[in-house]
């Protein structure tokens, strides 16, 4: 079965410090995966979408990127973070219409 | 653009009483809508969707195109029903795959 792993769970770091979470997939091949951050009462926003390696779109302008050095790999980043960064970042993959969700890493940028 | 909406942050029923969670959308194309629930400590997991009009632990969905609206209705709340509930809306990327574009979310609080 399909199983999707995001680490670290809780993070937190300081102002204009790099970034790397990482989101592994298993158990499927060639997945559509997906970035999202979930902000207080903002739900849940669309950052980047791969479908496949080294393939990657972006949603919005922002001080992140994302890299998918793998298939089964998708990782976010930043070189500076700000404080506007904090939240919660889901990452979720697909191979269809449903989208599969990962635990989440919760990030606080002080 | 696509848009999902919904409208209430929060949710407060009691025990039994019915539930309707909305959501509306704006799409130019044909939409495929889904609702996503998220319980307390607990991953965002796909409760139903549209094209299925299945019944998810008594959770039911209709689309209405003319209403542009896809509410999700219970008729007898359970206090395990008590989760985050999003509604989302699949478009089309550039590429021709599929993303959600999600609305914020209302809380469901089913009290005692």
Redesign the interface.
């Known amino acids: 079965s399909q199983t999707i792993h995001q680490w670290p769970a809780t993070l937190v770091q300081p102002v204009g410090s790099p970034l790397s979470l990482e989101c592994t997939v298993e158990g499927t091949s060639n997945p559509?995966l997906?970035w999202?951050r979930q902000a207080a009462?903002?739900?849940?926003?669309?950052l980047f979408?791969s479908?496949g390696i080294g393939?990657i779109?972006s949603e919005v302008p922002q001080n992140l990127s994302a890299s998918r050095p793998q298939d089964r790999q998708f990782i976010l980043s930043s070189k500076k973070l700000l404080l506007s960064d904090s939240g919660f970042y889901?990452c979720a993959w697909?191979s269809g219409?449903?989208?599969?969700?990962?635990?989440?890493t919760r990030l606080l940028v002080l | 653009a696509q848009r999902v909406t919904?409208p209430e942050?929060l949710l407060s029923v009691f025990k039994g009483a019915p539930v309707e969670l909305k959501c509306n959308y704006s799409y130019s194309g044909s939409p495929?809508l889904?609702w996503y629930v998220q319980y307390s400590r607990q991953?965002?997991?796909?409760l139903l969707?549209h094209?299925s009009r299945e019944s998810i632990k008594g959770f039911t969905a209709d689309l209405n195109k003319g209403e542009t609206s896809f509410h999700l209705k219970k008729p007898f709340a359970q206090e395990e029903d008590s989760a985050m509930y999003?509604c989302a809306l699949?478009t089309s990327?550039?590429?021709g795959?599929?993303?959600?574009?999600?609305?914020?979310?209302t809380r469901l609080q089913v009290q005692p």
């Open positions: 559509n997906y999202y009462g903002r739900g849940l926003q669309l979408y479908v393939q779109s889901l697909s219409e449903t989208q599969y969700f990962g635990p989440g | 919904q942050k495929e889904f991953r965002l997991q796909l969707r094209i999003y699949s990327m550039d590429t795959r599929r993303a959600l574009t999600f609305g914020s979310g």
